[in-house]
């Protein structure tokens, strides 16, 4: 049974930081692409970051440039976000991501996050208030 769980989601200060997790399992996971995707109250879901089967291969959307930072364990079978200098946009629920390679293939390089991805967490909420 695949499965990807978030967790690290909270209240936080502008400014300040927090790291989210994710554990994968049920997959081959060393062969996939891992994302972060956010959604906010009232807007539709985005890519944030991705990080691709040999972790060589890094996206950043313009919005989180030079202050996110995605990871992978593939040992642990764990992605992670480092989220700093957090600010009240940045307020969503964040999911965790996995997309596999084509046929014939076994690395993933980030796709098109605009595009489906083939497993999603259910997400962990992050809320920047004062």
């Known amino acids: 049974q695949v499965q990807l769980v978030e967790s690290g989601g909270d209240l936080v200060q502008p400014g300040g930081s927090l790291r989210l997790s994710c554990a994968a399992s049920?997959?081959?996971?060393?062969?996939?692409?891992l994302a972060w995707y956010r959604q906010a109250p009232g807007k539709e879901r985005e890519g944030v970051s991705c990080?691709?089967?040999?972790?060589?291969?890094?996206w950043y959307d313009d919005s989180v440039k030079g202050r996110f930072t995605i990871s992978r364990d593939n040992a642990k079978k764990m992605v992670y976000l480092q989220m700093n200098s957090l600010n009240t946009e940045d307020t969503a629920v964040y999911y965790c991501?996995?997309?596999?390679?084509?046929?014939?293939?076994?690395?993933?390089?980030?796709?098109?996050?605009?595009?489906?991805?083939?497993?999603w967490g259910r997400g962990t909420p992050v809320t920047v208030s004062s």
């Open positions: 049920g997959f081959t996971y060393d062969q996939y692409a």
């Open positions: 991501a996995a997309d596999g390679p084509p046929p014939g293939y076994s690395e993933r390089l980030c796709p098109d996050l605009s595009f489906g991805m083939d497993y």
């Open positions: 990080i691709s089967s040999s972790g060589l291969d890094i």
